[in-house]
């Protein structure tokens, strides 16, 4: 009965590649968000989804497209993979878009860009 | 935007000491504190949290104390573990639709 989950776990891909990775939450929430947690820890908002709308779009490359199918999944999609998207990203959740809420990390996805 | 900065950066303490972390943010409209803990290899959790109509929270052995006028929040754990080694984040929040600005983190040891 995981709350939010994330796959794959690991990512292993040569650069250039385009690949995904899929969120799931069955907490009911509305808001969805995705993370980057670079080498050095520091973790940066890059997308928020409220009950499938986009929210949030922070100054990421157009290369990374993210989708939410319904407001229990969120995805995110990576074009031309280079060396600097190795890191990992987590899926998270709240229960709305308000200021006030925990947000709820999936277990994140290590993404390693040969 | 909104900037914060988390001090210090790695920590160490013997086992039953205190440990605090400080974060500074530079948006004076943030009204949302949380502290998320993050072990090894694992998701960030949220430890506690403070809004900003209050200046202090207690939860057991955490606590944190906030000051708006001078745009700083704080930390405090007593009788440290050692399962309170961790990776620590401050962030501030209410601003833009739940968006969480993060600090850098501060890795906390202790030592047994």
């Known amino acids: 009965d995981t709350a939010v989950s994330q796959t794959p776990k690991y990512l292993v891909t040569q650069m250039g590649n385009d690949k995904s990775i899929k969120c799931e939450q069955n907490?009911?929430?509305?808001?969805m968000y995705w993370y980057k947690q670079d080498s050095k820890k520091f973790l940066k908002i890059m997308f928020s989804?409220?009950?499938?709308?986009?929210?949030i779009n922070e100054t990421v490359p157009n290369r990374f497209s993210p989708k939410s199918p319904d407001k229990a999944h969120l995805n995110l999609h990576i074009n031309s993979l280079e060396l600097g998207d190795s890191a990992v990203y987590f899926c998270a959740s709240s229960p709305s878009r308000g200021s006030y809420n925990e947000q709820f990390f999936g277990p994140g996805t290590r993404l390693t860009v040969l | 935007g909104e900037n914060v900065e988390q001090h210090p950066s790695t920590l160490s303490v013997q086992e039953g000491d205190s440990a605090v972390i400080k974060c500074t943010y530079s948006d004076s409209a943030s009204n949302y504190f949380p502290w998320y803990k993050q072990e090894l290899g694992k998701r960030p959790q949220l430890i506690i949290d403070i809004r900003s109509n209050v200046g202090e929270k207690k939860d057991q052995r955490i606590a944190v104390t906030l000051n708006k006028t001078a745009k700083h929040f704080s930390l405090h754990i007593t009788e440290t573990q050692p399962e309170d080694s961790a990776v620590y984040f401050c962030?501030?929040?209410?601003?833009?639709?739940?968006?969480?600005?993060f600090g850098q983190g501060t890795i906390l040891t202790v030592h047994p």
């Open positions: 962030a501030t929040g209410g601003t833009s639709y739940g968006k969480l600005t």
């Open positions: 989804y409220n009950n499938k709308e986009l929210i």
């Open positions: 907490l009911g929430h509305d808001t």
